[in-house]
């Protein structure tokens, strides 16, 4: 009976071991999952005055500071289901958006110059104050999608562009006659993505299910045309083409400059 009760205590005890193995492996590849997270999303809204997301990334100390700076609860610390970097600063516009606080209060209590009050500074003359002008943030671009956008479908909703706090700037309608009645006028909302800021409350007010009109990371929702195209209308572009020549013939070697001349030559 003794022999017996021992040998049960063993077995409870390597159980009791096997589980804690268990539960540390459990840990080790939760901590793995969480490493490979911990680091920049391209998909990801930051408070206003946040740094390019790599550099953010790096700079945040995941204080929280901004979140309780925060008077309408708009930010929140990621965790492991929100597929960015745990621990830093974000928003979710269709839940809670940015309610384009005028004294930003959530970017000069940030420690580390994750959030920069240079990135959003009020100018003057065309030159930059120590203010932060939250109508200079740019913390995405309002897209909307004219498939599921009623307004496209000719039913008059005009909610996301009366949502804008930057009306008749960041979001305009657009007039355009309804072919299909006749008698009708669509009033289809127009984002002007150097207004828009990307606070979220056009997406947040927006009455279908599934809103037609989201806030998307700018690097997400504008394209790059390329150093490579000059737009001859605008007299600072044509002037970057002819720095960008000049540096071009300052980088040629002499030796590029005789075989250039030499290819002259050959041409005659």
């Given at each position: 009976m003794?022999?017996?009760?021992?040998?049960?205590?063993?077995?409870?005890?390597?159980?009791?071991l096997?589980?804690?193995?268990?539960?540390?492996?459990?840990?080790?590849?939760?901590?793995?999952?969480?490493?490979?997270?911990?680091?920049?999303s391209?998909?990801?809204?930051?408070?206003?005055?946040?740094?390019?997301?790599?550099?953010?990334?790096?700079?945040?100390i995941?204080?929280?500071?901004?979140v309780?700076?925060?008077?309408?609860?708009?930010?929140?610390?990621?965790?492991?289901?929100?597929?960015?970097?745990?621990?830093?600063?974000?928003?979710?516009?269709?839940?809670?958006?940015?309610?384009?606080?005028?004294?930003?209060?959530?970017?000069?209590?940030?420690?580390?110059?994750?959030?920069?009050?240079?990135?959003?500074?009020?100018?003057?003359?065309?030159?930059?104050?120590?203010?932060?002008?939250?109508?200079?943030?740019?913390?995405?671009?309002?897209?909307?999608?004219q498939?599921?956008?009623?307004?496209?479908?000719?039913?008059?909703?005009?909610?996301?562009?009366?949502?804008?706090?930057?009306?008749?700037?960041?979001?305009?309608?657009?007039?355009?006659?309804?072919?299909?009645?006749?008698?009708?006028?669509?009033l289809?909302?127009?984002?002007?993505?150097?207004?828009?800021?990307?606070?979220?409350?056009?997406?947040?007010?927006?009455?279908?299910?599934?809103?037609?009109?989201?806030?998307?990371?700018?690097?997400?929702?504008?394209?790059?045309?390329?150093?490579?195209?000059?737009?001859?209308?605008?007299?600072?572009?044509?002037?970057?083409?002819?720095?960008?020549?000049?540096?071009?013939?300052?980088?040629?070697?002499?030796?590029?400059?005789?075989?250039?001349?030499?290819?002259l030559?050959?041409?005659?």
């Open positions: 003794a022999d017996e009760l021992q040998n049960n205590s063993r077995r409870d005890a390597l159980k009791t096997f589980q804690g193995i268990g539960v540390l492996g459990l840990g080790g590849s939760l901590w793995g999952s969480a490493a490979i997270k911990l680091k920049a391209e998909l990801t809204l930051r408070p206003p005055g946040a740094l390019e997301e790599e550099d953010f990334v790096k700079a945040c995941r204080c929280g500071t901004c309780e700076a925060c008077p309408y609860d708009t930010l929140k610390l990621a965790t492991l289901d929100n597929h960015t970097a745990i621990g830093t600063p974000f928003f979710e516009a269709r839940l809670v958006p940015c309610y384009m606080c005028p004294d930003v209060p959530c970017v000069p209590v940030c420690p580390s110059g994750a959030l920069d009050v240079k990135v959003i500074a009020k100018q003057i003359d065309g030159h930059n104050t120590d203010e932060p002008d939250i109508r200079r943030a740019k913390m995405g671009i309002a897209v909307v999608d498939e599921t956008c009623l307004a496209y479908w000719g039913i008059q909703c005009d909610v996301c562009y009366r949502a804008c706090p930057l009306m008749d700037e960041a979001i305009t309608l657009e007039y355009k006659r309804n072919e299909r009645t006749g008698k009708h006028a669509f289809e909302p127009v984002v002007h993505s150097d207004i828009c800021t990307g606070c979220g409350l056009c997406e947040h007010a927006c009455v279908t299910e599934k809103a037609a009109i989201f806030v998307l990371p700018r690097e997400i929702a504008t394209g790059k045309v390329g150093e490579h195209y000059i737009k001859g209308w605008d007299k600072a572009d044509e002037e970057r083409l002819i720095n960008i020549k000049k540096a071009e013939t300052k980088e040629s070697s002499p030796e590029d400059v005789l075989n250039d001349w030499e290819h030559l050959d041409d005659e």
